[in-house]
């Protein structure tokens, strides 16, 4: 029995780095839905799983863990919710939840074997944060004694869209888990839910780092010297870690669950109510948004329902009208439409892998791009130019960068823009800044190097046209960038 830590510290660690892929329109692999607002709140979903701690007592700052092309959309969107984070942990690659959580355990076993790990998926909404929190602290002696312990959602109604926990042998506070259950048919699920012996698997987890690394040795041997061989191989770069991106990719991708929490005998499950759902398709967004009174539609945006029952529908960028139809998803975005059947809405992920194959983007990017100096959205692309609205957030700066293949034409709408030009190479000596105000414009001919900064106090808004044989976002040549970013758009 391992020896019991009284009033352990505990770390959160929330992993961010899902891809959303059964939401699209909406989430796409550039912005998931993680980094979304689908609660009817101010607050992403990535914000809403770190303010949850709030008032939790004995907490240190999370650790975030989520892969590289993310890593400024997380770090601001932490910095906007008032959230520092102790550290984020880029994976060099997606493998799965146990090895993203195994960098954490060692980050945090490092400092303190003994800190609790709460390990909270990004992309979760919880009604009731107190409920929540109530569950972890009933939790912590059950950690701390050494069990790995993980969350099941109380349930309501036979869903086949979760993986279900069988409770077994009562403990302290909660109970030992007697199997893990895959997605049920609908028959088992009803079975499920008169038993009264399932909780819904939540893959929200707490348990001591040192633990949780002693369970994968015993269970995936190959997992766990997979990321101790990436984690030896670390490097800071102020609030990020990078890790040894070969050592990583030679891992296996594996969850949580099948890689440790079926095969330990230390597994327990404490069971909470906060108003919970994973968010996992569009039918969970409905089930969160119907209204009853309304024909039981669940509506977002400029849209206008005429003799529309049980369907969700959502509007971003016009106004969607529907007539006479019911049981209906329809999600529009600046450029696409979807329409499914209700009960299809976990088959979203086939168009998104449809789409990759057929190389289209927009099942990568939304229109409007985030960058971590500000955004840009194109409005026009046509063959040979493009047009886009670029916003940079006030003492932000673009790199110090050359295209080979396109030239920009830049027109300030709102506040005021430093440029930078040169003659080519990337040499400071032959550089020159000036200042464009509302309705100046400059031109920056192909294969000129140029920067684009914000002196001012407010947001700067420009067009951009470019025009060229190539216009894609991998057509930089950085030569210096703030960001600490390569020649790669990112």
Request: a negative charge; aromatic letters at 8%; one cysteine or more.
């Amino acid at each position: 029995m391992p020896t019991l830590t009284r009033n352990a510290p505990l770390t959160p660690v929330i992993l961010s780095g899902g891809s959303g892929s059964r939401l699209w329109p909406v989430s796409r692999e550039q912005y998931p839905k993680q980094f979304q607002r689908f609660n009817a709140t101010e607050h992403s979903l990535l914000q809403e799983t770190a303010l949850r701690l709030t008032g939790l007592g004995g907490v240190h700052d999370p650790l975030i863990v989520c892969n590289e092309a993310h890593r400024f959309l997380v770090a601001e969107q932490l910095q906007e919710a008032g959230v520092t984070p102790w550290r984020i942990l880029l994976e060099p690659c997606g493998r799965n939840t146990a090895p993203a959580v195994a960098l954490a355990a060692s980050q945090v076993a490092n400092q303190d074997p003994a800190t609790l790990l709460l390990v909270m998926p990004a992309d979760h909404v919880m009604i009731d944060a107190p409920a929540f929190q109530a569950a972890v602290d009933q939790s912590r002696e059950l950690a701390e004694q050494g069990f790995l312990v993980t969350f099941g959602i109380t349930p309501d109604k036979p869903h086949t869209g979760y993986g279900y926990i069988r409770r077994g042998q009562p403990l302290s506070a909660g109970h030992r888990v007697d199997a893990f259950v895959e997605k049920p048919d609908l028959a088992r699920a009803h079975a499920y839910l008169e038993s009264g012996d399932y909780l819904w698997n939540s893959g929200i987890f707490l348990f001591r780092a040192d633990r949780y690394l002693e369970e994968l040795e015993a269970h995936a041997a190959d997992i766990h010297h997979a990321c101790q061989a990436a984690y030896a191989g670390r490097r800071e770069d102020l609030d990020f870690m990078r890790f040894d991106a070969e050592a990583f990719a030679a891992c296996r991708s594996e969850s949580i669950d099948y890689a440790v929490m079926e095969h330990t005998r230390r597994a327990a499950v404490v069971p909470m109510d906060p108003g919970w759902s994973d968010i996992g398709a569009w039918d969970a967004i409905f089930e969160l948004k119907s209204d009853l009174a309304a024909q039981g539609n669940a509506t977002r945006g400029d849209v206008m329902l005429h003799d529309t029952r049980n369907s969700l529908v959502h509007s971003h960028s016009r106004l969607v009208a529907t007539l006479g139809v019911e049981d209906l998803i329809v999600v529009e975005t600046e450029d696409a439409v979807l329409v499914a059947d209700r009960s299809r809405a976990q088959d979203t992920k086939g168009i998104v892998e449809a789409l990759n194959t057929a190389g289209r983007k927009e099942s990568q990017a939304l229109p409007q791009v985030y960058r971590p100096w500000g955004h840009y959205r194109t409005m026009v692309l046509m063959e040979g130019f493009q047009v886009k609205e670029i916003v940079v957030k006030p003492g932000a700066k673009l790199s110090l960068q050359m295209h080979h293949h396109r030239a920009e034409h830049w027109i300030v709408v709102a506040g005021t823009a430093q440029v930078t030009l040169g003659d080519g190479h990337g040499d400071s000596a032959h550089l020159r800044s000036f200042i464009l105000s509302e309705d100046e414009s400059t031109y920056i001919p192909l294969g000129t190097v140029h920067r684009l900064e914000n002196p001012g106090v407010i947001p700067l808004k420009l067009i951009e046209v470019q025009t060229g044989s190539y216009l894609g976002e991998d057509d930089i040549v950085r030569f210096d960038d703030v960001y600490g970013r390569g020649p790669e758009a990112s």
